[in-house]
C-alpha cells in the first residue's frame, strides 16, 4: 500500500513494516508526472505489429497445451462465436502485444484479464450484492496500463457487436477511460482505509447508473443473481438416486469422475479447509462432501480442470456448491519477471489478488492442491451475474464503460501506485484520447486475428464443437 513500506522477497512474498515512513504522497504524484517525459501519454495509444510477432494461432495452440484434449473443440467454439469471443479466450496473444507497447513502469496488481465481460455481481459477507471485478485467473503485479488497454479494447469490439457506430464506440471507450482517470485521482487523495473500503453495492450502482435502459438491465441482472444461490441450484443440479443426492451430469460440459479421482479430490478439499480463516474452516466443517463433477466454465478456462463440489449440512435443504479451478501461471508473469516463478501455488496466487483487488471477496475462498495439480476454491453459487453486454444499447455501454472503468480503478487505488498513475495521467483528456486510438486499432486486430482462427477452423486445422 502507498502509506506504508512493503517489501517483495525473491519467491515474490510481501512482507510489510510500519518501522520506516514511505515516500510522501506529494512526490510519489510528482514522479508519475515526470514520467510523461518517457513515456508520453499519447504512446498509450499506440498499436503496431512487430513483425517477430508470435504467429496466433501458435499462441492458441501453446494455450491448449495441458487441457483436457476432449474439451478443446468446445474452447475453439465458443472463441470463434465472436470477435469478442475470441477475445475472450486469447489473453496469451494479448499478453505478447502488450508486453511489446509503451508502458511507465508503474505496477500496481492488476486483473490481468479486465474485459467488459469479467466484471459482475456476487454476494459479500454479509450478503449484500456488489459489483466489481470477478475473475482473477491472471492477476498478478504488471503494468496499470495492461488492464485499462484491454478493457478498452473489449468495449470497442462489444459496440461493434451490439451495432453501434464508430462514434458510439469511441464514447464508450472514452467514458471508461475518463472515469478511471479522474477516480483514481480522487482516490489518491484519500487515506489508504477509505480506498480500501470504496465498493459499489446494488443500490449505489443504480445512483450512478444515469441511462435508464442500463437501470433496467441492472435491475434485471440484480434480480437473477440473488436467485443464484445453493439452496436454488438444488432442483437444477442435482437429482435424488438409492445412493442419495448426486449432481446431474451433462455431457461433456458436465462429466461424472471415477472413483480415484473423486478420493483425491476429496482429500483435496480437506487440505483446503486449513487455508481458511479459522472461522469458516469451523463453519465449513459442519458440512460433508456428497458428490464431485467435472464443470466447464468459461471460455478462456474450458479445458482447465474445473469442478463442483455438493456439500450438505444438518439437513438435505442446507447445502453449498463449491468450485475448484485449476491455477496455471498467470500470462502476465513472464513479462514481468521471466520464467522465474515468483508464486509457489497459483492457486493462492488467484486467491490472494483477488482479496487485493475486490473490496469485500467470498469468504471460501481457499486453495489447495488434487494429483500435483494446483487450484483454487470458491462458491459456485454466490449470486453471481452479469450485465448481458449483448442487450446494452450504446448509451447504456457508454454508461456501463464508465462504471467499469471506475471499478478497475478502485482495484489499481487498493493495491499501489496510485499517487504515481494519478500523477501521469493528470486532468486533461490526453489519456482519453490516447486510449481511444488504441482501442479501435486493437479491435481492427481482434477481427483480423479471429478471422485467422475461423480459418483455420474450417480447414480442419483446430477442432473445432459449438456447444452453446
Not at 174 to 180: G, I, L, N, R, T
Not at 238 to 252: F, H, L, S, W, Y
Request: aromatic share 6%; net charge positive; glycine share 8%.
Amino acid at each position: 500500500m502507498g502509506g506504508h513500506v512493503v517489501v517483495t522477497t525473491a519467491d515474490g512474498n510481501d512482507y510489510a513494516s510500519l518501522r520506516r515512513r514511505a515516500v510522501p504522497r506529494e512526490e510519489r504524484y510528482l514522479l508519475g508526472k515526470t514520467m510523461r517525459k518517457r513515456t508520453p501519454r499519447s504512446a498509450l495509444g499506440e498499436w503496431r505489429t512487430e513483425n517477430d510477432r508470435p504467429n496466433v494461432l501458435a499462441s492458441i495452440k501453446e494455450s491448449h497445451m495441458g487441457r483436457i484434449d476432449s474439451l478443446v473443440p468446445v474452447r475453439v467454439g465458443r472463441m470463434v462465436a465472436s470477435p469478442y469471443g475470441f477475445l475472450r479466450g486469447s489473453a496469451i496473444v494479448m499478453a505478447h502485444d502488450l508486453a511489446a507497447l509503451p508502458a511507465t513502469g508503474i505496477r500496481p496488481v492488476i486483473c490481468g484479464d479486465a474485459h467488459l465481460g469479467n466484471f459482475g455481481f456476487y454476494a459479500s459477507p454479509e450478503r449484500d450484492l456488489v459489483l466489481d471485478l470477478n475473475d482473477f485467473d491472471e492477476a498478478h503485479p504488471g503494468g496499470w496500463e495492461w488492464d485499462v488497454r484491454r478493457l478498452t479494447a473489449s468495449i470497442w469490439i462489444a459496440g461493434r457487436q451490439n451495432s453501434a457506430t464508430e462514434e458510439e464506440c469511441a464514447s464508450a471507450v472514452e467514458s471508461c477511460v475518463a472515469m478511471y482517470r479522474k477516480h483514481i485521482r480522487w482516490l489518491a487523495g484519500q487515506p489508504l482505509l477509505t480506498r480500501s473500503f470504496e465498493r459499489l453495492d446494488r443500490d449505489r450502482l443504480q445512483t450512478t447508473a444515469s441511462d435508464t435502459s442500463l437501470r433496467h438491465e441492472i435491475e434485471r441482472s440484480a434480480r437473477r443473481a440473488r436467485r443464484r444461490v445453493s439452496d436454488r441450484a438444488l432442483p437444477r443440479f442435482t437429482e435424488q438416486d438409492a445412493g442419495g443426492r448426486r449432481i446431474v451430469t451433462e455431457p461433456p460440459l458436465i462429466t461424472r469422475l471415477d472413483t480415484a479421482e473423486a478420493d483425491s479430490l476429496a482429500v483435496g478439499l480437506d487440505e483446503y479447509l486449513a487455508t481458511l480463516p479459522s472461522h469458516w474452516r469451523r463453519v465449513l466443517s459442519g458440512y460433508t462432501l456428497v458428490d464431485v463433477a467435472h464443470k466447464v466454465v468459461g471460455v478462456g478456462s474450458v479445458g482447465l480442470r474445473a469442478y463442483v463440489a455438493l456439500c450438505e449440512g444438518s439437513s438435505p435443504d442446507d447445502v453449498v456448491f463449491l468450485q475448484l479451478k485449476q491455477a496455471r501461471r498467470s500470462v502476465v508473469a513472464p513479462f514481468v519477471h521471466g520464467e522465474s516463478a515468483w508464486h509457489d501455488h497459483q492457486g493462492r496466487r488467484v486467491v490472494e489478488y483477488q482479496q487485493a483487488l475486490q473490496t469485500v471477496s467470498d469468504p471460501l475462498l481457499g486453495w489447495t492442491t488434487v494429483d500435483g495439480r494446483q487450484y483454487y476454491v470458491r462458491q459456485f453459487r454466490n449470486m453471481k451475474g452479469a450485465i448481458a453486454i449483448d442487450h446494452l444499447t450504446p448509451a447504456a455501454l457508454t454508461d456501463y464503460a464508465g462504471i467499469c472503468g471506475r471499478l478497475l480503478a478502485k482495484g489499481h487505488a487498493r493495491t499501489s501506485g496510485a499517487s504515481m498513475i494519478a500523477g501521469y495521467v493528470g486532468g486533461s483528456d490526453k489519456l482519453e484520447v490516447a486510449l481511444r486510438r488504441f482501442a479501435r486499432a486493437y479491435a481492427d486486430q481482434t477481427e483480423i486475428d479471429h478471422g485467422l482462427m475461423v480459418d483455420a477452423v474450417r480447414r480442419g486445422e483446430l477442432p473445432c464443437e459449438p456447444i452453446d
